[in-house]
């Protein structure tokens, strides 16, 4: 790997860094606010008429959910909205006149896609401390799943922001796609309370397993099996690679 | 002296489309001030596009100092630097910023680019703006900004896409001296302008192409030379019979002013012998217009 190659990575990720820190209060502080009410509303008020899932309380349980669905929010709208914002502002030009190749395009917006998504799940992880007292039984799988997820997410967001044409297409899939998905993942509640239909059309949503595998990192029980979490997260973040580093070599959106 | 552009064949058809290049060959030589001119429209930009990685050519090759775009493409882009015709950086970053994160991409360490920014801050005399954020800055300094920029790279070819567009003339004039200074250092810059006086005062060679075609190619020398009929606007103390003036093509623009077309086989000390002998006297002798604009036009008709 060439010494210029990693000191452009740093560049860019630095870069990306600053800017939702220098912008917190509209990056970091909005998931804090929204998953409070979840947990005031879902978990307090509603959760205390729940009865105990796998002998976990309501609250405790949708704690993994509530992290995961921020991870995921935050590390696709931070890639997706920057990228397409210097496409708009054309200072994406910047690196395209550059030497720097595309892995690291892809590197320094992902890394920093997912390391604000890690941020707000912690965050967000914080806040739950004030109203439940998770339990951790596999930190290992904990990190591995937040890691992995934030990443996978950061790819799609990429994806999202080099083929968008205007500021509504990066809206799009999150509100139309992300958010019934991660609805319906089974952050507040377990799959085995649902009907069979339902609960066989859930397996085909890939956010299940993110959430689960997540899940069982805390407390040692999911729905689904956690290789299998782990296995679709790898596949998924293979595939978003190959297809942004198509994207990038064709220069679609990006080069006439 | 060794080739810095070697283009050759170059064709670039865009997807509704326009034929932008039809087979451009072009050479500039390394160390060259070199001019590219033409209309808009004319295929100016879509070179520079695909000699910097935002265009994709459709055909022909391109070599930078030897090495090949489609094959050396990273080597290529670590020797050029842009600067575009329209303003291409984050409106929200600050100056000093802008040109470090370049100076990075280019695998710059940051030690080095903090320093290199604030020689060419100081250089371009932005100094004192360099923690604003860029929006802030007037036109003239944006473009300035964007010298830097190009610059804090290191590149052995500076692309300038018409650079002085909407600066006002006692900043054209630094940057000229600016740039022209940078060229007597060694770097090659090809430069695309509709100020064609630029031309005049900074290149040595120019290109000039005309719906995607190289239409000449020569010194900046040659070219005006093959202007046939200069104009001048002469100012006298009263203009008198220009009947008078035989052989010479003189129409009065009002009592004092006159335009004359000199031919390249007339001699002006002659004209002046002739004005004198009409007992008018000469306050002002100047071309008229640009002589560049004139020979573009002539070669474009």
């Not at chain 1, 992995?148 to 809206?171: E, M, P, Y």
């Not at chain 2, 600067?83 to 470090?100: A, G, L, S, T, Y």
């Not at chain 2, 604030?118 to 100094?127: F, P, S, T, V, W």
């Not at chain 2, 002589?291 to 573009?296: C, D, H, K, Q």
């Amino acid at each position: 790997m060439h010494k210029s190659n990693l000191i452009a990575l740093y560049t860019l990720f630095r870069k990306e860094v600053v800017r939702f820190i220098r912008i917190w209060p509209q990056t970091l502080v909005p998931p804090i606010m929204t998953q409070s009410l979840y947990f005031l509303i879902f978990g307090k008020f509603i959760g205390s008429q729940i009865n105990d899932i796998n002998g976990v309380s309501y609250m405790a349980f949708i704690v993994p959910g509530l992290v995961m669905m921020s991870v995921i929010s935050n590390s696709y709208v931070n890639v997706a909205g920057s990228f397409f914002s210097s496409k708009f502002q054309r200072s994406v030009e910047e690196l395209l006149v550059s030497p720097a190749p595309n892995w690291v395009i892809i590197g320094g917006y992902v890394l920093s896609g997912a390391l604000r998504g890690i941020l707000c799940g912690f965050l967000v992880f914080g806040v739950s401390v004030f109203f439940t007292r998770p339990t951790i039984s596999h930190i290992g799988l904990i990190v591995m799943f937040i890691v992995l997820t934030a990443i996978v997410f950061a790819l799609g967001g990429l994806v999202n922001g080099i083929l968008a044409r205007k500021f509504d297409d990066v809206s799009i899939v999150p509100t139309f796609v992300l958010t019934p998905l991660t609805y319906l993942g089974g952050v507040f509640y377990s799959i085995a309370l649902l009907p069979d239909v339902w609960r066989n059309l859930s397996k085909i949503n890939p956010i299940l397993y993110m959430v689960n595998g997540f899940r069982y990192g805390f407390y040692g029980f999911s729905d689904v099996n956690v290789y299998m979490s782990v296995g679709i997260l790898v596949l998924f973040a293979v595939l978003l690679t190959i297809v942004n580093l198509t994207l990038l070599k064709k220069g679609k959106g990006l080069r006439s | 002296m060794s080739d810095a552009i070697t283009i050759t064949d170059l064709k670039k058809t865009y997807d509704d489309g326009t034929e932008a290049l039809k087979g451009i060959d072009l050479q500039v030589k390394a160390g060259d001030f070199f001019a590219l001119l033409g209309a808009n429209g004319a295929g100016k930009t879509t070179i520079i596009g695909i000699l910097t990685g935002l265009v994709n050519k459709s055909g022909g090759s391109v070599q930078v100092f030897g090495k090949d775009l489609d094959k050396q493409f990273n080597e290529v882009k670590r020797m050029i630097g842009v600067v575009p015709q329209e303003m291409n950086f984050n409106q929200f970053e600050k100056v000093q910023d802008i040109i470090v994160t370049q100076a990075g991409y280019f695998g710059i360490r940051r030690p080095q680019a903090l320093a290199d920014s604030e020689r060419l801050l100081k250089q371009l005399e932005l100094y004192e703006k360099r923690n604003v954020p860029s929006r802030s800055l007037s036109g003239g300094m944006k473009r300035r900004l964007m010298i830097a920029r190009a610059l804090v790279t290191h590149p052995k070819l500076l692309i300038l896409d018409e650079p002085t567009a909407g600066v006002d003339v006692e900043l054209r004039h630094t940057m000229w001296e600016y740039l022209r200074e940078q060229n007597q250092n060694g770097l090659t810059i090809l430069l695309t302008t509709h100020y064609l006086e630029e031309v005049e005062q900074l290149c040595r060679n120019a290109a000039m192409i005309r719906d995607g075609k190289i239409v000449a190619n020569d010194s900046v020398k040659n070219l005006v030379n093959i202007l046939e009929v200069e104009t001048y606007v002469v100012n006298v103390d009263q203009v008198k019979s220009m009947e008078a003036l035989n052989g010479y093509n003189a129409k009065a623009v009002d009592g004092t002013t006159f335009t004359l077309d000199l031919r390249k086989d007339q001699n002006v000390s002659q004209f002046v012998a002739e004005i004198c002998k009409l007992g008018m006297t000469i306050h002002d002798f100047r071309p008229q217009g640009n002589r560049m604009e004139r020979l573009f036009l002539e070669l474009l008709k």
